[in-house]
């Protein structure tokens, strides 16, 4: 971790699925076993092209859900198991993870809070659940934040810079003034470029244990 003044950070911004939910990455795995393709499978059709590929057309709402299926399909056929885009969506919540949802309320008595998520328009909200209850506990998360950024309203997705900064400028902040906490890391790049701290979420607990060093808030 580097050597700073933590009275210089004024906001802390997250990530959604994969921060606050069970890894989507985990039902991905169940998927490309029931369907009988490799482990990690999907991760490496999303890797290719990561920019211009189905899945950051459909989080930026370039396509519909119908033309996504469709691209997906083309694309994860091509490199040897074809997977409908549907599919995917169906199983892109996660659950809930409680202790997180409680560090974000000490953190806002404290800091401006902000999600980014890539998110679609095919579930409800940010989460992109189609569990009418777990959709009403997200939105209850939601309300926590003073600000939600959706790739799917802006038309713009991580690991653009542009959703960044979007973000500081809505809470007030200077991108040197902000954490950013994600699960993967080429979102994290662009945020440490812009003078962000940022925090990689391998596990919840993980998570928890370096914003506390960050902060110097205690999350026990």
């Known amino acids: 971790m580097p050597t700073f003044d933590n009275k210089d950070i004024r906001a802390i911004l997250w990530d959604f699925g994969g921060v606050f939910t069970s890894s989507p990455f985990d039902a991905f795995n169940i998927l490309e076993k029931q369907l009988g393709a490799p482990l990690d499978f999907i991760r ?61 309320k000490r953190c806002k008595a404290h800091y ?24 009403n506990a997200v939105a209850e998360v939601m309300q926590l934040f003073d600000q939600v950024i959706e790739s ?23 991108p040197e003034n902000a954490i950013f906490l994600d699960d993967l890391g080429i979102n994290l ?15 919840e607990a993980q998570a928890i244990e370096d914003l506390g060093k960050l902060t110097g808030l205690d999350f026990d």
């Open 44 to 104: 490496g059709v999303n890797a290719v092209n990561p920019t211009e590929n189905a899945w950051a057309k459909f989080e930026s709402s370039a396509v519909s859900l119908e033309e996504f299926d469709e691209l997906f399909a083309a694309e994860s056929e091509q490199m040897g198991h074809r997977i409908n885009g549907k599919d995917v969506v169906a199983v892109l919540s996660g659950n809930l993870r409680p202790r997180m949802v409680e560090t974000l």
């Open 112 to 135: 401006r809070v902000a999600c980014i998520t890539n998110n679609v328009k095919a579930g409800h909200g940010p989460s992109m659940t189609r569990d009418p209850a777990k959709a």
């Open 189 to 203: 790049k662009p945020a440490r470029e812009l003078g962000m701290l940022t925090i990689k979420v391998l596990s």
């Open 152 to 174: 799917s309203i802006e038309g713009i997705r991580k690991p653009n810079p542009k959703i960044y900064l979007i973000a500081c400028e809505r809470l007030g902040v200077q």
